[in-house]
């Protein structure tokens, strides 16, 4: 309810206690109604736990590619038809922690940002700014031609991604959890890097891969 880029909560179901609590501290709410917790429980879908509140919340608003300013040090990520909710979740809430200007998702290809997503990104979501796009290909074009530099993930390139990384704006793609990321997609990458693993195993699951390369984006360069 403290996000901006939200709008009031279109229904707000609580216990009298809880209810209490939560006027305590919001003010007076339209959408707050007292229930029991077999009423509230109802309301959720089933097997849902519940500590005597349930929110509907308003819709987040998307962000719009011109929202990224292009400043030393930024980054964004882009995610290439990753479709697993846990994974998605989970990736948000790396960028939420390495401090991630944004990140862009397919309009048809990608998660609702509620549910398992919401509960494996533990906040993130109300944190990290999320812009959906037609085009991943054309998206990237308009990011490079705003200043920004792309670097796709792809375990067959030939420099590592500590090579690859200059301190500039940068947008780091990733690839879905099987197939990686598409061909048309890495065309329009400035530049491919890999995660360099001695071990000799071949992949990481994205969300794992994502948090390193955050970590390494995020490392101070000159």
């Known amino acids: 309810m403290a996000n901006p880029r939200r709008g009031a909560p279109q229904r707000l179901l609580a216990t009298p206690e809880r209810a209490r609590q939560i006027e305590a501290r919001f003010g007076p709410m339209k959408a707050l109604e007292t229930a029991d917790n077999h009423r509230i429980g109802l309301a959720l879908p089933q097997g849902a736990v519940h500590q005597g509140v349930a929110l509907r919340p308003a819709p987040l ?62 906040g993130a979501v109300e944190k990290v700014p999320v812009a959906h796009v037609v085009n991943l290909s054309r998206a990237l074009d308009e990011l490079t031609s705003a200043g920004w530099r792309a670097v796709g993930l792809a375990g067959e390139a030939e420099r590592g991604l500590a090579e690859v990384l200059d301190g500039g704006p940068t947008v780091l793609v990733l690839g879905s959890e099987g197939e990686g990321l598409r061909r048309l997609v890495a065309e329009h990458c400035d530049e491919l ?30």
């Open 193 to 222: 890097a890999k995660i360099p693993m001695p071990g000799g195993f071949e992949s990481l699951n994205v969300s794992a891969a994502a948090a390193i390369a955050l970590y390494e984006a995020a490392r101070p360069r000159g």
């Open 61 to 122: 608003e998307d962000v719009e590619l011109a929202d990224f300013e292009a400043r030393p040090g930024a980054v964004l990520l882009v995610l290439d038809q990753v479709t697993d909710p846990q994974n998605v979740g989970a990736i948000l809430r790396s960028a939420a922690a390495f401090g991630v200007a944004g990140v862009i998702l397919q309009d048809r290809h990608a998660p609702k940002l509620a549910g398992a997503l919401a509960k494996a990104a533990a």
